[in-house]
């Protein structure tokens, strides 16, 4: 099972808005409604920012939002703060209780 | 509160075997599934498999089968991860997760253990 993948980097200015995409294929990101989406600063370990494609887990700012249309899922971050420069990363559900990561995409707020 | 403490930082040779740990409180360990991730220096995230300590059910992924062995004690509400043979090649931060059974995303990690090997 390959990587999903994910743009290498995006960036945007303060209070600009981004997307970052994670596309797959119908075995994965297209065959369920499982992605989830993980934030991870230098040194840190990940944190969960979006579950199940687009929910929003308690705590995290309504500024993340997740979509999916077809074998491609998005992590759109509105108001683009500097705290939230980190890297992000996709996963999806493959069956039989397993998952696979995406590549990773750096955000860099300019 | 949920926590997952791992075990420190580890320097292994070649060809040495290794078990790290990760300790769950704050929640009934038996019913959620602990994860391992991998991240090797400077790459991104890997998922191993996942292992259930209420009947130390395990899935492996593809890559990791017959590489490392995950393992629980109920008892002290330790998860476990273990190598028989390390290889260069296995330097990395490793974290552990917790998983709802049922669900497919982790929303609590340990804060990682670095595996350094090297001859």
């Known amino acids: 099972q390959s990587a999903l993948t994910q743009p290498a980097s995006v960036s945007g200015s303060p209070g600009q808005s981004i997307t970052i995409s994670c596309t797959g294929t119908?075995?994965?990101?297209?065959?369920?409604?499982?992605v989830s989406w993980y934030q991870q600063h230098p040194d840190k370990a990940p944190k969960l920012m979006i579950f199940d494609v687009s929910n929003r887990p308690s705590g995290v700012s309504n500024r993340f939002s997740g979509s999916k249309s077809g074998n491609t899922a998005s992590l759109t971050i509105s108001g683009l703060q500097a705290e939230d420069e980190a890297d992000y990363y996709c996963t999806s559900y493959i069956g039989n209780s397993a998952q696979v990561f995406g590549t990773g995409t750096k955000v860099t707020v300019l | 509160e949920v926590q997952l403490v791992q075990s420190g930082a580890e320097v292994k040779k070649p060809g040495e075997s290794l078990k790290i740990s990760c300790k769950g409180s704050g929640y009934s360990f038996t019913k959620y599934w602990i994860g391992w991730v991998r991240q090797m220096p400077g790459k991104g995230l890997e998922w191993m498999g996942i292992i259930y300590p209420g009947n130390s059910d395990s899935k492996y992924s593809p890559s990791f089968q017959g590489q490392v062995t995950f393992s629980a004690d109920k008892s002290i509400t330790t998860a476990y991860l273990q190598w028989n043979s390390l290889k260069a090649s296995d330097t990395a931060m490793y974290y552990c997760a917790r998983k709802g059974d049922g669900n497919n995303w982790f929303d609590s990690w340990g804060q990682g253990t670095l595996v350094t090997v090297s001859s």
């Open positions: 119908s075995s994965d990101v297209g065959g369920y409604n499982f």
